[in-house]
C-alpha cells in the first residue's frame, strides 16, 4: 500500500493518539484504501487492556479510581476522537467540510491471550497483501 494525502492524514491523527490520550499506547496497525486495522492498549494501573480496532459512540470519559489526576477515555471516545480530527483534516484538505469520510461504527475486539495477538498481528501486516481478494475491494473477485 502506498498512501495518498488522505491516507498520511490518517496516519498522522493515528500516531498522534497517545498525546490526546495517555494511556493509549499503539501496537500493529495498517492503512487499507477503506478502512483501516489497529491495536489500542488501553494502559491502566492495572493489567493493560488490548483491542483490535477496525474502521459507536457517545460514550463518556470515566476517572481512574487509582488515579485522581488523569482523566481516562473509553474505547469508543479514543475512536471517536481519531475519527472525528481525522476526518476534518480531510475535508479541510480537500474542501469538503462537513462530508462523511467514516462509517458511523467500528467493529472491537478485546484480545485476551499472546496467541491472539501474535494471530491479529499477523492478519494487520497480511492484509495488504489480501486486498485483491478483499470483498470490500470494488476492483476484487465479488465486483467482477
Known amino acids: 500500500m502506498h498512501l ?84 476534518r483534516a480531510i475535508n479541510s484538505a480537500r474542501g469538503t467540510p462537513g462530508v462523511p469520510v467514516w462509517q458511523r461504527s467500528f467493529y472491537d475486539h478485546v484480545i485476551r491471550d499472546e496467541r491472539s495477538l501474535h494471530s491479529i498481528r499477523e492478519y494487520i501486516a497480511e492484509n495488504p497483501a489480501r486486498w485483491a481478494e478483499d470483498r470490500e475491494n470494488p476492483a476484487g473477485p465479488l465486483h467482477s
Do not use: C
Request: net charge neutral.
Open 4 to 87: 495518498n494525502a488522505f491516507g498520511e492524514i490518517v496516519q498522522k491523527h493515528w500516531h498522534e493518539l497517545p498525546s490526546h490520550y495517555p494511556h493509549v499506547h499503539l501496537d500493529a496497525f495498517v492503512i487499507m484504501p477503506n478502512h483501516i486495522h489497529g491495536i489500542l492498549v488501553l494502559l491502566d494501573a492495572g493489567a493493560p487492556s488490548m483491542h483490535l480496532v477496525g474502521a459507536g459512540f457517545e460514550t463518556r470519559p470515566y476517572k481512574n479510581p487509582a488515579s485522581r489526576d488523569h482523566q481516562r477515555h473509553a474505547l469508543p471516545e479514543i475512536v471517536r476522537g481519531f475519527k472525528t480530527y481525522s476526518a
